[in-house]
């Protein structure tokens, strides 16, 4: 089955500045990965997906990149805000299920 | 816009009793979604729903099973609960491929519910 790696578990960057949170995948039949953000109590929040025939998506400060070669993806969240302190979960898709990622938990440090 | 709803949102239950939670998804949303997360860790699916009938299955137990109604509700039994059964509990739906409508991967997922076993 599909197996999704995350790296860091952890991440501190000052207010304003970029994060880049990083996962790979195993299986070359996944097609859609989403993020997803939690906050402490919450169900997980999409906060945006990019599907296997697009290299790249951007909506306002959140970016997330696709190399389907080295089965990577990586989110990017610039000019950072203490709102985005969460643990953000990567995801992929094969099938009908999402495996996720073990999660980086981004503190903003004001 | 309306979102998924689930309930009950905390369940105390004791061990080797059942528990029934409930999932209500997005007006519209034809296939829901199950997955159990334990503290501290990522969401882990359970079992799928499309036009109620089950189209995937994951790590759920045997002493789980779960149903979607006419109305594309969903209920998750548990029967038999073990400790180890406490996390939290979400839900998530989609809409699902239809009659002139594309396929859409996107999974909204409910608030959860807490379900800890004593």
């Known amino acids: 089955g599909e197996n999704v790696e995350q790296h860091p578990s952890t991440l501190s960057v000052q207010e304003g500045d970029s994060a880049v949170i990083k996962c790979t995948y195993s299986d070359s039949a996944s097609n859609y990965f989403p993020w997803y953000k939690q906050e402490l109590g919450k169900g997980p929040q999409l906060i945006i997906d990019?599907?296997?025939?697009?290299g790249e998506k951007k909506d306002q400060r959140i970016a997330v990149t696709l190399n389907k070669t080295a089965k990577h993806f990586s989110l990017h969240i610039t000019e950072t805000q203490p709102e985005d302190s969460a643990v953000y979960f990567c995801?992929?898709?094969?099938?009908?299920?999402?495996?996720f990622g073990t999660g980086t938990r981004l503190t903003i440090i004001p | 816009a309306a979102g998924v709803i689930q309930s009950p949102r905390h369940l105390i239950k004791e061990k080797r009793e059942t528990a029934t939670l409930k999932c209500y998804p997005i007006?519209?949303?034809?296939?829901v979604y199950w997955y159990q997360q334990g503290p501290g860790q990522d969401p882990q699916f359970l079992i799928s729903?499309?036009?109620?009938?089950?189209?995937d299955k994951g790590s759920i137990p045997d002493r789980f099973s779960a149903q979607q109604f006419s109305d594309y509700h969903s209920e998750l039994n548990m029967s038999s609960l073990e400790l180890g059964d406490s996390a939290l509990y979400f839900c998530?739906?989609?809409?699902?491929?239809?009659?002139?409508?594309?396929?859409?991967?996107?999974?909204?997922f409910g608030p959860g519910t807490r379900l800890t076993v004593t």
């Open positions: 998530a739906s989609s809409l699902g491929a239809g009659f002139g409508r594309a396929l859409s991967y996107e999974q909204y």
């Open positions: 995801a992929a898709k094969a099938n009908e299920k999402l495996t």
């Open positions: 729903f499309y036009e109620k009938m089950q189209s």
């Open positions: 990019i599907r296997s025939n697009v």
């Open positions: 007006p519209r949303h034809d296939t």
